[in-house]
Nanobody, 117 residues
Framework: QVQLVESGGGLVQPGGSLRLSCAASLSTFSIYVMGWYRQAPGKQRELVATIISGDTTNYADSVKGRFTISKDNARKTVYLQMNSLSPEDTAVYYC???????????WGQGTQVTVSS
C-alpha cells in the first residue's frame, strides 16, 4: 500500500513562508515524477510544481520565482518551499507521485495552507 504523507501546512501571514514535505512509501521513489497540486475552495485542482529524475522541475506561472520544489531520494521525500505567500495561495496542497507510461498514480491526503492576516 503506497502512502504519501504531507506535512508543513498551516496559517501564515501574507509575505510569509512555509515548507511542505511529502514522505513517500515508494520502493522506487527516484523514478517517479513527484508533484505538488493545490485546490482552492470552489476551484479545480491545479498543478503547482513537478520534479523528475535528474532534478528537472516545472512550475505553474503563478508560483514561478516564489516556490521551489526539491526532493531527497535517500529520504524518499519531496519538498515545496513557498515564499512571498499571498492570500491567493490559500488552498489544500496535495502531493502526487506518478510513473511515466505506467498506471501508477498516487495522491496524499492533502495539507491546508491558509494565507491571511
Amino acid at each position: 500500500q503506497v502512502q504519501l504523507v504531507e506535512s508543513g501546512g498551516g496559517l501564515v501571514q501574507p509575505g510569509g513562508s512555509l515548507r511542505l514535505s511529502c514522505a513517500a512509501s515508494l520502493s522506487t521513489f527516484s523514478i517517479y515524477v513527484m508533484g505538488w497540486y493545490r485546490q482552492a475552495p470552489g476551484k479545480q485542482r491545479e498543478l503547482v510544481a513537478t520534479i523528475i529524475s535528474g532534478d528537472t522541475t516545472n512550475y505553474a506561472d503563478s508560483v514561478k520565482g516564489r516556490f521551489t520544489i526539491s526532493k531527497d531520494n535517500a529520504r524518499k521525500t519531496v519538498y515545496l518551499q513557498m515564499n512571498s505567500l499571498s492570500p491567493e495561495d490559500t488552498a489544500v496542497y496535495y502531493c502526487n507521485a506518478k510513473r511515466v507510461g505506467m498506471p501508477n498514480n498516487y495522491w496524499g491526503q492533502g495539507t491546508q495552507v491558509t494565507v491571511s492576516s
